[in-house]
């Protein structure tokens, strides 16, 4: 599942070579084998994209909503006809379960172009107050740095958004998964994205660095680590560009003593452990009651002992192997740390799943009497390892689930929903699910403190990438 185009950058509206022939190899998670490579650019790549972003901004930028709805709509109808494709490809090379990669991780893609093309319908771009009219007008050209997890859903919220702002743009997607970004580029092709309002550059951080900063970028939006999110912030810092970053996750997941504790484990367990763990507002830390921890630990067990690991092209698999052997290496660490801090192993623990030998897999985890300063409790492992924690009341429950340096997700089950909803009001993240309520493409995605800054999806998302102009006097 490599692609034709893994040698050649998309930029100006046609395929072409790097300036320095470089590549890597893209790595097989389930086999530990090249699928193919690609290419890595430069800061002379990301030149050439940016100018002909540039170019291109000048007329996109005065395109009518209509002509905007109409080239998202034709985005979604190409997407659609390559839908299996982008399952497959994603699958391949991230490692998720082809079931899932397909109904999830493409899906998810394909969603942020409907729900575009829908908001804009009553997307009010000018507003009058008096005298003064208000513009919201394409802030410009905008970097895009995305990470590998669920590589077509971080793009294409981007991409979606900086279309129906008016935007152009400049992609660098994740070097470990990098062919579904060349197949959103084919796509984009193929519906008739105007040249040079989408290009790709190909590339590790170097090329993220450049984009952070290059004076021809107004906006850069960073999707992936606290670490990396941090650097581009200062490099964006002297053209004093707009930065958005979404970022890391530890999130929350508080169960109420009244609910259905069954239900609610087991499916916190199952959310936990999707995508193998590796999603940022993945509910990593669940808390409850102390009386019953033991019940908790018992159903959590339950649930990671039947999970079936295996290859993600099987399609009754229900956890692939986790991405790279830098993530393996990273998450055995701290699967490690837990039972040397005194938690409880109940399933799961360091190395490979019995008959897995080969492949990034690891053992589904979990972790019972985890308390707040252990490190199972601190690190985002990105990786399918839960701690449960106990709390003695509500209050404590809240200061417990806020006490981290990130703030991006968190959880709230119990019977009495408007219970359960008042604390969700408590507490200091920027998107808190009230009993497993599914997610909402058009609800602001982002978070608090070291989890980010700005929002994505639905109208937040186009809002990210507008500038904000007063006309004083303007004629009616
Ligand atoms: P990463 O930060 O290593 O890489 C993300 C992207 O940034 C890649 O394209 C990478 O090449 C690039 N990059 C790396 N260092 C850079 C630098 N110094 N300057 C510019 N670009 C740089 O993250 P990852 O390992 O790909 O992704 C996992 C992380 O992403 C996790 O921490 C996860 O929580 C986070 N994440 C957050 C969200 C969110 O919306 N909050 C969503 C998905 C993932």
Sequence with gaps: MASKHAL?????????????????DVIDPATETPLGKVALGSSADVDKAVAAARTAFDTFSRTSVEERMDLLGRIADVYKKR??????????????????????????????????????????????????????????????????NWPANQICCKVAAAIAAGCTMVLKPSEVAP????????????AGVPKGVFN???????????????????????????????????????????????????????????????????????????????????PTRMLVPRSRMAEAAALAKGVAEVMKVGSPADPATEMGPVVSEVQWSKIQALIESGAKDGAETVAGGPGRPAGLEKGY????????????????????IFGPVLAIMAYDSTDQAVEIANDHPFGLAAYVSGADAAKATAIARRLRAGMVTVNLAPADPKAPFGGYRQSGNGREWGRFGIEEYLETKAVLGAAA
């Design 200 to 282: 790709l550059v190909n590339g590790d951080a170097a090329v993220g660095q450049a984009i952070a900063a290059h004076p021809g970028i107004d906006c850069v939006s960073f999707t992936g680590s606290t670490r990396a999110g941090i650097d581009v912030a200062i490099r964006a810092a002297p053209t004093v560009k707009r930065v958005g970053q979404e970022l890391g996750g530890k999130s929350a997941n508080i169960i109420l003593d009244d609910e259905n504790f069954e239900k609610a484990v087991v499916e916190g367990v199952k959310l936990c452990f999707r995508n193998s763990g590796q999603s940022c507002n993945a």
């Design 83 to 148: 839908f299996t494709e982008m399952g497959q490809t994603i699958s391949a090379e991230m490692g998720a379960p082809i079931s899932f990669a397909t109904r999830f991780q493409a899906g998810a893609g394909m969603g942020h172009f409907r729900v575009a093309r829908d908001l804009l319908k009553d997307f009010h771009f000018v507003e009058r107050d008096g005298a003064t009219e208000i513009v919201r007008e394409p802030i410009g050209v905008i970097g895009m740095i995305t990470p590998w």
């Design 179 to 190: 062919y579904s970004a060349l197949l959103i580029a084919e796509i984009l092709e193929e």
């Design 361 to 380: 897999y690891v053992k589904p985890t979990v972790f019972a009497g985890v308390t707040p300063a252990m490190t199972v409790a601190r690190e985002e």
């Design 8 to 24: 050649e950058f998309y930029i100006g509206g046609a395929w072409v070579a790097p300036v320095e022939a470089r590549t890597i």
